[in-house]
């Protein structure tokens, strides 16, 4: 089965979301983390 042809764009396109999507599930743990150590600390 033969790859598809991707334009020359299509990885530039895609690299800064894969960056954007770690940076927003980074900032979502982050968020979680400190939610369940406040709750520790109580």
């Known amino acids: ?3 598809p ?3 020359l764009t ?3 396109l895609l ?3 894969i960056s954007l999507l770690m940076l927003a ?3 979502r743990f982050l968020g ?3 939610v369940v150590r406040g ?3 109580n």
Do not use: E, V
Request: hydrophobic share 45%; no cysteine; glycine share 0%.
């Open 5 to 7: 042809d991707l334009p």
């Open 32 to 34: 979680l983390a400190s």
């Open 39 to 41: 709750l520790h600390a």
């Open 1 to 3: 089965m033969p790859l």
């Open 25 to 27: 599930y980074t900032n």
């Open 15 to 17: 690299f800064p979301a």
């Open 10 to 12: 299509t990885p530039s």
